[in-house]
């Protein structure tokens, strides 16, 4: 009996990996359209990295955001060439999160954070490395196995002379899981898990600079998730406590939007990113509409944004969302937007081609049509075709978007937003 269960978790988690590997492979193919340079600070992780908004929280645009959700640390080094060839100033890791779902053994996540250590003290020994610890989880198999693996990453890091930081200890309860209140799953932190960790950091980028760094949660953090106890609801609380400023342009979106780096794309800290979700196509209007005023207004130091860009749409095509309820929906969201934010100009971002050709027929191209009917009479609003450009077979693969996607993405906002 005791073998069946070991063999259904694994091949569950097989299933999961393999359902996960489209929406992994395109945010590293996003990161192609990056650059890391000498100044930078990068964040290496899976989807506890890659939900974060790193560089808001610390208040450092130079921090680039390397997570990808569902990451395995086979991945990390496969795709470690383009942040070493960037000589980074610091690069914090976490690794084996996802190994240890997937049955991956302690001694293959250290022989891999092992390899990725060497590689910088060869390729790139100014780059003052760091290695953080797996955090705690009950989650299905991974409690048991996560402190014995952190004992195993800790031993590697003395070896080579790198610091380890220990979150398991902060962010756990003592008995394997994420303290009380600090995560809807046992994995993913919510906002007072991210506040402590940012604190935590703060001595390690500080440290041989002159640049200080603070903590940009406020003390208080209310618990906000609109009733969402899963990521979405996690990133939710935890965004809605960043603040905003007048001069901001704000991302408001689903996957696409979330997996966008758009402060490193746009080459300016004013871009904020406020997507939710990874795997095609991530959240719907309904969520959207859910999740505006927090963001706009979560944190009490926010003001209202210069620029607000809005994607929705994927979610409907996909399901199949007739056009007249599209646009009935899509008119009350954009309601909201300008209620929420009177004074803010709205850049409405055509929907991306859908792969079915009957579905972006039937649902993408019609919904289209009404947001540049609906751009056309709206003073505040501006229609943005991205649909007809990002056709071109190099800038996306199926229902995501890749390097070249995201440039003309940038491209296009830049020229709207007077950039």
Request: aromatic content about 8%; hydrophobic content about 40%; overall charge neutral.
């Given at each position: 009996?005791?073998?069946?269960?070991?063999?259904?978790?694994?091949?569950?988690?097989?299933?999961?990996?393999?359902?996960?590997?489209?929406?992994?492979?395109?945010?590293?193919?996003?990161?192609?359209?990056?650059?890391?340079r000498?100044?930078?600070?990068?964040?290496?992780?899976?989807?506890?990295?890659n939900?974060?908004?790193?560089?808001?929280?610390?208040?450092?645009?130079?921090?680039?955001?390397?997570?990808?959700?569902?990451?395995?640390?086979?991945e990390?080094?496969?795709?470690?060439?383009?942040?070493?060839?960037?000589?980074p100033?610091?690069?914090?890791?976490?690794?084996?999160?996802?190994?240890?779902?997937?049955?991956?053994?302690?001694?293959?996540?250290?022989?891999?954070?092992?390899?990725?250590?060497?590689?910088f003290?060869?390729?790139?020994?100014?780059?003052?490395?760091?290695?953080?610890?797996?955090?705690?989880?009950?989650?299905?198999?991974?409690?048991?196995?996560?402190?014995?693996?952190?004992?195993?990453?800790?031993?590697?890091?003395?070896?080579?002379?790198?610091?380890?930081?220990?979150?398991y200890g902060?962010?756990?309860?003592?008995e394997?899981?994420?303290?009380?209140?600090?995560?809807?799953?046992?994995?993913?932190?919510k906002?007072?898990?991210?506040?402590?960790?940012?604190?935590?950091?703060?001595?390690?980028?500080?440290?041989?600079?002159?640049d200080?760094?603070?903590?940009?949660?406020?003390?208080?953090?209310?618990?906000?998730?609109?009733?969402?106890?899963?990521?979405f609801?996690?990133?939710?609380?935890?965004?809605?406590?960043?603040?905003?400023a007048?001069?901001?342009?704000?991302?408001?979106?689903?996957?696409?939007?979330?997996?966008?780096?758009?402060?490193?794309?746009?080459?300016?800290?004013?871009a904020?990113?406020?997507?939710?979700?990874?795997?095609?196509?991530?959240?719907?209007?309904t969520?959207?509409?859910?999740?505006?005023?927090?963001?706009?207004?979560?944190?009490?130091?926010?003001?209202?944004?210069?620029?607000?860009?809005?994607?929705?749409?994927?979610?409907?095509?996909?399901?199949?969302?007739?056009?007249?309820?599209?646009?009935?929906?899509?008119?009350?969201?954009?309601?909201?937007?300008?209620?929420?934010?009177?004074?803010?100009?709205?850049?409405?971002?055509?929907?991306?081609?859908?792969?079915?050709?009957?579905?972006?027929?039937?649902?993408?191209?019609?919904?289209?049509?009404?947001?540049?009917?609906?751009?056309?009479?709206?003073?505040?609003?501006?229609?943005?075709?991205?649909?007809t450009?990002?056709?071109?077979?190099e800038?996306?693969?199926?229902?995501?978007?890749?390097?070249?996607?995201?440039?003309?993405?940038?491209?296009?906002?830049?020229?709207?937003?007077?950039?």
């Open positions: 009996m005791k073998r069946v269960l070991v063999f259904l978790f694994v091949f569950a988690a097989l299933l999961s990996a393999w359902a996960d590997e489209p929406f992994r492979n395109h945010r590293y193919a996003a990161f192609r359209a990056l650059t890391v000498p100044d930078n600070i990068v964040m290496m992780g899976n989807s506890i990295t939900m974060h908004e790193w560089w808001e929280a610390l208040g450092d645009h130079r921090i680039l955001n390397r997570g990808v959700s569902g990451a395995v640390s086979d990390m080094v496969a795709n470690l060439d383009p942040i070493l060839a960037g000589h100033a610091q690069v914090y890791i976490m690794i084996g999160t996802n190994d240890i779902g997937y049955g991956k053994t302690r001694e293959h996540i250290a022989e891999n954070l092992q390899t990725i250590l060497t590689r003290q060869k390729e790139s020994p100014q780059t003052r490395v760091h290695v953080q610890s797996i955090l705690p989880s009950g989650n299905g198999q991974r409690g048991g196995k996560i402190a014995g693996t952190n004992e195993l990453l800790k031993t590697v890091c003395r070896k080579a002379g790198v610091p380890y930081i220990d979150l902060l962010l756990g309860d003592g394997g899981h994420m303290k009380a209140g600090w995560s809807f799953d046992d994995l993913h932190p906002a007072a898990g991210y506040a402590a960790w940012c604190n935590t950091l703060l001595p390690y980028l500080d440290a041989g600079s002159a200080k760094h603070f903590c940009q949660y406020p003390l208080q953090l209310p618990d906000v998730h609109e009733g969402r106890g899963d990521s609801g996690a990133r939710l609380g935890t965004l809605s406590q960043l603040p905003l007048a001069d901001d342009i704000v991302f408001l979106g689903d996957e696409m939007i979330h997996s966008g780096e758009w402060h490193e794309l746009l080459g300016t800290s004013r904020k990113n406020r997507g939710t979700g990874w795997g095609y196509p991530g959240c719907d209007m969520w959207l509409e859910k999740e505006i005023p927090h963001f706009l207004h979560g944190n009490p130091a926010s003001v209202c944004p210069q620029t607000i860009v809005l994607y929705a749409g994927a979610q409907e095509a996909e399901s199949g969302v007739e056009a007249q309820d599209f646009e009935a929906r899509y008119r009350q969201l954009l309601t909201l937007v300008h209620a929420q934010a009177p004074q803010a100009r709205v850049l409405l971002l055509s929907v991306l081609r859908n792969a079915d050709p009957q579905k972006d027929q039937r649902f993408t191209q019609a919904y289209n049509k009404i947001l540049k009917n609906i751009a056309r009479k709206d003073r505040q609003a501006t229609f943005i075709d991205a649909y450009p990002l056709c071109a077979p800038m996306m693969e199926g229902n995501y978007v890749v390097a070249q996607g995201y440039l003309k993405l940038a491209e296009l906002v830049s020229a709207q937003a007077g950039l």
